[in-house]
C-alpha cells in the first residue's frame, strides 16, 4: 500500500523560509520512477512545481512562479522528498502536494509536468501572510 505524507506546512510571514517534507517510505528507489511537488490554491488549478527521479536525481526545471525560490532534494536517511521554500510570498498561499510514479518493469516516463501520477499525498497547507 502507497502512503505519501506530506508534512511541514503552515502558517508564516513574507520573506520566511518554509520546508516541506514528503515521507516516501523506505524501498523507494524499486518502488518510484519519480516524486513531484504541486500546488493548488483557492480557485486555482492545480501547479506543477518541480520533480525528481528516484535513480538519476532532480530534473533540471521549476515553474518559473518558484524558480531560484525553492529546491526540491531527498533524503535518504529519511525517506523524504523535500521542497525547500525561500523568500516565500503571499502568492505562495496554496495546498502543497506531493505525488509519485511507480517504477513499472521494463521501464516508463515519470509524467511530470503533469498531473497524472498515480499516488498523491493528502497535502500540506502553507500560508503566507505580508
Same mark, same amino acid.
Given at each position: ?22 515521507? +516516501? ?6 518502488? =518510484?520512477? *519519480?516524486? @513531484? ?5 483557492? $480557485? ?43 523568500? +516565500? ?6 495546498? =502543497?502536494? *506531493?505525488? @509519485? ?5 521494463? $521501464? ?23
Amino acid at each position: 500500500q502507497v502512503n505519501l505524507m506530506e508534512s511541514g506546512g503552515g502558517s508564516v510571514q513574507t520573506g520566511e523560509t518554509v520546508r516541506l517534507s514528503c515521507a +516516501v517510505g523506505s524501498g523507494a528507489d524499486e518502488k =518510484y520512477k *519519480c516524486v @513531484a511537488w504541486f500546488r493548488q490554491a483557492p $480557485g486555482k488549478e492545480r501547479e506543477p512545481l518541480t520533480a525528481i527521479y528516484m535513480d538519476r536525481g532532480a530534473l533540471a526545471h521549476y515553474a518559473d512562479s518558484v524558480k531560484g525560490r525553492f529546491t526540491i532534494s531527498r533524503d535518504r536517511a529519511k525517506n523524504t522528498v523535500n521542497l525547500q521554500m525561500n523568500s +516565500v510570498r503571499p502568492d505562495d498561499t496554496a495546498m =502543497y502536494y *506531493c505525488a @509519485a510514479e511507480p517504477l513499472y518493469p521494463g $521501464g516508463n516516463f515519470c509524467p511530470y509536468p503533469r498531473d497524472t501520477f498515480a499516488h498523491w499525498g493528502q497535502g500540506t497547507q502553507v500560508t503566507v501572510s505580508s
